[in-house]
């Protein structure tokens, strides 16, 4: 048993892809159209971090309900954890791409952590070696 995928709400699919692929360096898996429950077109995209095996189902808000969920899927925790082998490396990459960090990078029994925000608003940890 494995944890496949999980969704994130985002407004839109081609902003998010860019931002989970581009500038995450996330691997778009698929991007095909699909059907929603009542019959509308809608896309099922997944992207994955390299060599990972859980993937993101990027879902684009449908409805109010969905769209008041943007950024705020976890209530305003962190929700999501990247871990990567090279957390200089990354954390610069990522600053460099303008991702936005909302902690400075700090030392935890874990391991290094900075807080940044998807391209939603939802809070993630990118995580490294200590």
Known sequence: MHLELIAIIVEEYDSAIEFFVETLGFDLIEDSPSLTNDGRPKRWVVVRPPRA??????????????RRAIGEQVAGRVGFFLRVEDFSGEY???VDAGVEFV???RTEPYGQVAV??????NRWDLLGPD
């Open 116 to 121: 940044f925000l998807d391209i939603a608003g």
């Open 92 to 94: 610069r990459r990522l």
């Open 103 to 105: 902690t400075e990078p």
């Open 53 to 66: 095996t859980t993937g993101i189902l990027l879902a684009q808000a449908d409805g109010d309900r969905q």
